[in-house]
């Protein structure tokens, strides 16, 4: 089992930057592919951005590329998500979630963490 705790959401202004944190506990976090999706209300959940193993290969939906940042600190189990120019459409519940397999389903979720974004 692989527990996911996110945090540093909250309510910032249109253009302005939030940095989330996801850490994980249990199994070797190092071995998982780590990702971050986003729901809003009303609309299905969505693919933001993942990052490999051992940080060498990301992938960035296009509503993040280049605004969106995912690291990793695998001495600290923790992942992180730095936004950068957030507009109104960013506004939703953010959840980090771990895989053991690269082309497998994600297997652990975080509870997630709200990030409005006010105009």
């Known amino acids: 089992q692989v527990q996911l705790v996110e945090s540093g959401g909250g309510l910032v202004q249109t253009g302005g930057s939030l940095r989330l944190s996801c850490a994980a506990s249990?199994?070797?976090?190092?071995?998982?592919?780590m990702g971050w999706f986003r729901q809003a209300p009303g609309k299905e959940r969505e693919f933001v951005v993942r990052?490999?193993?051992?940080?060498?290969?990301?992938v960035y939906a296009v509503s993040a590329k280049g605004r969106f940042t995912i690291t990793r600190d695998n001495a600290k189990n923790t992942i992180y998500l730095q936004m950068n120019s957030l507009q109104a459409e960013d506004t939703a519940g953010y959840y980090c979630?771990?895989?053991?397999?690269?082309?497998?389903?994600?297997?652990?979720w975080g509870q997630g963490t709200q990030v409005t974004v006010s105009t």
């Open positions: 249990g199994r070797t976090f190092s071995n998982y592919v």
């Open positions: 979630a771990a895989k053991a397999l690269a082309a497998g389903p994600y297997d652990y």
């Open positions: 990052i490999s193993w051992n940080s060498g290969s990301t």
